[in-house]
């Protein structure tokens, strides 16, 4: 596990304008995604995955106050049984919504290509984070730097067929 250092996180991450950004693109690779089947927005390829791209799905929970459909695409991590990902949020001090909405209502979809999987959420224990963490790292390295910026323990969460 790399040394916490929040410091080193640059600050304009945090900023309001990359905060909307990061919005506008998420909904424009969720558009895009739904649009083609995921023959676009399929691939993340950013940071550690401007060489080694990897693969994108849609998570859709159910918005804790609004009880609305709410979606993000995320990187993932498929298993025999089960999809995983990571409540990372680039490494900012607070979870995901998205993380809080499944934690409140845990039976989600995850869209990868064009198929649909009904799941239910649940957030790893100490011992499945162990385990899957280097297997996510070793996906997207950049995860690894998310947690050294931030002093919370990055959930792992494992969505599996309800």
């Not at 390829?45 to 929970?61: D, E, H, N, S």
């Not at 790893?124 to 070793?138: C, F, G, I, K």
Request: charged share 25%.
């Amino acid at each position: 596990m790399p040394v916490m250092d929040p410091n080193a996180r640059p600050k304009q991450l945090g900023s309001p304008a990359v905060a909307s950004l990061i919005k506008v693109g998420s909904r424009l690779n969720t558009k895009l995604y739904r649009l083609t089947g995921g023959r676009l927005g399929k691939n993340w390829r950013i940071g550690a995955a401007m060489r080694k791209p990897v693969p994108v799905c849609l998570l859709t929970t159910t918005g804790r106050k609004s009880g609305e459909p709410r979606t993000a695409p995320l990187i993932f991590l498929e298993t025999d049984s089960s999809f995983v990902v990571v409540a990372s949020q680039g490494g900012l001090p607070k979870h995901p919504a998205w993380y809080l909405n499944l934690v409140e209502n845990p039976d989600v979809t995850i869209q990868v290509g064009k198929e649909i999987h009904e799941l239910r959420a649940r957030t790893a224990s100490d011992t499945e984070r162990d385990e899957l963490w280097p297997q996510l790292v070793d996906l997207y390295a950049d995860f690894d730097t998310y947690a050294a910026w931030t002093d919370r323990k990055i959930p792992v969460v494992i969505c599996e067929p309800r």
